[in-house]
């Protein structure tokens, strides 16, 4: 079996002096050209969340492993927090964008976290 292409290596030279996290999403989102409308558990996933909950601190462009899918959203270990969260449907905006297990530790040396508090 042939080894998959690293996206973010080839990302990397792109992007090396982008600071902005909007602008780094932007230009992951468009190198991870692989998307999914609902998490498989084990499978790795960034995307734009935008929680409608007021008064909380949150992750708006996660890298996760996804733990669980429920019916309310899914449940997944959050790259940039260091710890589980929940994701409910609504609140995630576009698509969950795929990591592939090569690509996993790459994308988490890019500093693209958006902590926002509502």
């Given at each position: 079996?042939?080894?998959?292409?690293?996206?973010?290596?080839?990302?990397?030279?792109?992007?090396?002096?982008?600071?902005?996290?909007?602008?780094?999403?932007?230009?992951?989102?468009?190198?991870?050209?692989?998307?999914d409308?609902?998490?498989?558990?084990?499978?790795?996933?960034?995307?734009?969340?935008?929680?409608?909950?007021?008064?909380?601190?949150?992750?708006?462009h996660?890298?996760?492993?996804?733990?669980?899918?429920?019916?309310?959203?899914?449940?997944?270990?959050?790259?940039?927090?260091?710890?589980?969260?929940?994701?409910?449907?609504?609140?995630?905006?576009?698509?969950?964008?795929?990591?592939?297990?090569?690509?996993?530790?790459?994308?988490?040396?890019?500093?693209?976290?958006?902590?926002?508090?509502?």
């Open positions: 079996m042939a080894r998959e292409i690293n996206r973010i290596k080839l990302l990397q030279s792109k992007i090396k002096r982008v600071t902005d996290p909007e602008d780094l999403m932007i230009f992951i989102m468009d190198a991870l050209k692989d998307i409308l609902i998490p498989i558990p084990g499978k790795h996933y960034t995307f734009v969340y935008i929680p409608k909950t007021p008064g909380i601190t949150y992750d708006q996660p890298l996760i492993t996804c733990l669980e899918v429920q019916r309310w959203g899914f449940k997944g270990y959050n790259y940039h927090w260091r710890e589980p969260k929940n994701y409910t449907w609504i609140e995630v905006v576009g698509q969950l964008h795929h990591v592939r297990n090569n690509e996993l530790s790459d994308l988490q040396n890019i500093q693209y976290a958006k902590f926002i508090t509502k």
